[in-house]
T-cell receptor
């Protein structure tokens, strides 16, 4: 178990640029989540996948955000035309959900810190 | 609906006890507890199900009061390693696939 891996650890970009983050979950986990965390706040749900299917997206998620999980393995999160308000820590988590999803612990990665200037 | 955590921050001396509460206005099925140290990922502590279950993990335990829709995390004889921010995450039913996290409670244990 090598844990959840996220790359890059830090990303600084100028407003209007596109950025892409990568998450490699624990290999046997079937669910993968993206969360966003800002200073002094808890993780905020963005979207999640079960295998390769994206099953839920937050209603708060802008159309500028898109996520993929091809082949049900790693996932990418892309933010287009970044804005200063996108500056945050983007956390990826995975879990092995068998039946009752709400009973499965989340294993978080160390996150990608995005700074939009 | 985001759960409400209290207190926002706690400062303890090593060996003292603390209680962190997590309340929801909605009926809950499960409550997760996580601890996050500065600059690190949140780490899973435990899950509680409705039914007033109490669980323990070393000197950290938790309970779930279904009537009050509240969970409490108990840290007994705190150690320096307990320092960090504690988050509760709630789920409304058994099939609910996403957690809604509170804003966190910062715990600082000093020598």
């Amino acid at each position: 178990d090598t844990g959840v891996s996220q790359n890059p650890r830090h990303k600084i970009t100028k407003r209007g640029q596109n950025v892409t983050f990568r998450c490699d979950p624990i290999s046997e986990h079937n669910r993968l989540y993206w969360y966003r965390q800002t200073l002094g706040q808890g993780p905020e749900f963005l979207t999640y996948f079960q295998n390769e299917a994206q099953l839920e997206k937050s209603r708060l998620l802008s159309d500028r955000f898109s996520a993929e999980r091809p082949k049900g393995s790693f996932s990418t999160l892309e933010i287009q035309r970044t804005e200063q308000g996108d500056s945050a820590m983007y956390l990826c988590a995975s879990s092995l959900a068998l039946g009752q999803g709400s009973l499965s612990p989340l294993h978080f990665g160390n996150g990608t810190r995005l700074t939009v200037t | 609906q985001q759960p409400v955590q209290s207190p926002q921050a706690v400062i303890l001396r090593e060996g003292e006890d603390a209680v962190i509460n997590c309340s929801s206005s909605k009926a809950l099925y499960s409550v997760h507890w996580y601890r996050q140290k500065h600059g690190e990922a949140p780490v899973f502590l435990m899950i509680l199900l409705k039914g007033g279950e109490q669980k323990g993990h070393d000197k950290i335990s938790a309970s779930f009061n279904e009537k009050k829709q509240q969970s409490s995390l108990y840290l007994t004889a705190s150690q320096l390693s307990y320092s960090g921010t504690y988050f509760c995450g709630t789920a409304a039913d058994s099939g609910y696939s996403t957690l809604t996290f509170g804003k966190g409670t910062m715990l600082l244990v000093s020598p």
